[in-house]
């Protein structure tokens, strides 16, 4: 009888690859603002450190861009925020509004150098000032919008456009994360709207998608992730506004959504209530 026992509980020890797939997948999977805190449980729970910085070279890069994390330019330029879009390789990142190019340390989320970006990584002159003009009014709505938010206008297609009456591509990032474990909370927002700039048709169609997820875990760990996609198009009247329209539009359409949003929530709650 005992032998059969001991014979049950046998089990086969993971191969490395398997405890380095697993530590990747805790890593990938932590919630906003707390990669750091299941790293330190992933490293003991490994016992290896080989294996742990194997799982945290393949995880934090991708990590990093998933959740678009922003991280302070050395040079103290600014957030340089690390998304696929400003990728140009896997630890360097474009920053259109400084015109410059951040290394970065992706398993300590910290930039360790600042070089000024080839010409071939900047738009022309043109598609830079509606860029620019687009990049000025979404600063100004993500201040007063969201607290502690950043925000970036790539050029993701149509960069030598050089004159009136070509198409180009902007997309227009907004994520803002909140960590507070003192209050047993944390939470991203994030948006990306993908502007197409038609000058002939003097039109803009944005192509949107929000989403948001927010983690609880006082008494309990609970997560709630939510996304929503949105189509306009919107007749820009004068190309130096251009960036304050297109930007209004943004607003409003987020402003739609965050209402749903509480809507949802609070019919959430009331069921809870109701189950009490």
Partial sequence: MEDRISEEDEYEELADDQKVAI???????????????????????????????????????????????????????????????????????????TASVA???????VCTEVRPADDEDLPSAYVEGFRFSVDAALMKYVDDAFQGGECSVYCTKGKDVEK?????????VIC??????????????????RVLINEELRTATLQGTISVNAHYFEEGNVQLESSRKFNDTVTLQDGKDAGTTIVHVIEHLESVY??????MVKSLFEVDAVWL
């Avoid at 799982?55 to 890069?61: N, V, Y």
């Avoid at 360097?92 to 509004?97: G, N, V």
């Avoid at 290394?103 to 989320?109: A, E, F, P, S, Y």
């Fill in 23 to 97: 530590g990747k997948w805790f890593l990938l999977n932590a919630p906003p603002g707390q990669v750091s805190q299941v790293a330190k449980d992933v490293r003991e729970v490994l016992m290896d450190e080989r294996l742990y910085d194997q799982a945290a070279k393949e995880a934090f890069p991708e990590y990093n861009v998933k959740n678009m994390i922003s991280l302070e330019m050395p040079d103290g330029s600014g957030q340089v925020l690390l998304t696929e879009f400003g990728q140009l390789d896997r630890s360097r990142y474009l920053d259109p509004r």
């Fill in 176 to 193: 803002n994360s909140s960590y507070s474990p003192k209050n047993f909370r944390g939470g991203c927002w994030q948006s990306v709207w």
């Fill in 164 to 172: 009136s009456g070509g198409e180009f591509e902007l997309t227009v």
């Fill in 258 to 263: 965050l209402s749903s949003l509480e809507v």
């Fill in 103 to 109: 290394v970065v340390d992706h398993v300590k989320q």
